[in-house]
């Protein structure tokens, strides 16, 4: 069994395995347990959901909390994904040797602008 406890920013530690369970009991560590992701439709993409730590009848439990811009991120994810064809077509005329039909500057701009906010929106700020 693990056990773990949560600091004050609700980060989750791990006791050492080397921890009596006298040293576990005096630095507040708790049986830990994960919980199963929620079966859902929405669910096929794996970043619907993010891991939070709870204390619950004393011990330390992973659940799964629902990403409040699921479906702004999804958006963004489909918005990046039509774009891809731009990034193969100046790869391939690149290595043939000819000038890229698109500026792949311009191209790395906006996908990493798109990339960026996605995963401030997968953080939940």
């Not at 708790?30 to 199963?36: K, S």
């Amino acid at each position: 069994m693990r056990y773990a406890k949560l600091d004050e920013t609700g980060r989750i530690k791990f006791a050492p395995s080397s921890m009596t369970e006298e040293e576990r009991a005096q630095g507040g560590y708790l049986p830990y347990e994960e919980r199963e992701k929620p079966e859902t439709p929405e669910n096929i993409i794996p970043h619907n959901y993010k891991p939070v730590y709870v204390e619950e009848n004393g011990k330390i439990i992973r659940d799964w909390e629902a990403y409040p811009n699921y479906s702004e991120i999804e958006r963004l994810k489909r918005k990046l994904a039509e774009s891809d064809y731009k990034v193969i077509k100046c790869y391939e005329y690149s290595l043939a040797g000819l000038p890229e039909p698109y500026s792949i500057e311009n191209i790395h701009t906006e996908r990493q602008q798109i990339r960026d906010e996605i995963n401030r929106l997968e953080a939940c700020e």
